[in-house]
């Protein structure tokens, strides 16, 4: 997978993220690049469509890593 495309992947759901965590997983050890370890998933998500939802929070914490891993492999 291309680093434009990863660059570009923004997650909106559970699903995506955990894809999106494996495809750079796989692309930094393809590179032998050591990562640090990605955000956790939320576990106290209410369910109620929150403004500031927990995974809002999860899925900005997950393009940080996802950036910095691109950095990583970029340098």
Request: charged residues 20%; proline residues 7%; glycine residues 10%.
């Amino acid at each position: 997978m291309s680093d434009l495309v990863l660059q570009s992947w923004n997650p909106t759901d559970p699903g995506e993220a955990r894809a999106l965590v494996s495809a750079v997983i796989a692309r930094a050890q393809s590179e032998g690049i050591e990562l640090s370890t990605p955000p956790v998933e939320p576990d106290n998500c209410c369910g109620n469509g929150c403004i500031g939802c927990v995974w809002d929070g999860f899925y900005s914490e997950l393009g940080y890593w996802r950036d910095e891993a691109l950095l990583r492999w970029a340098a």
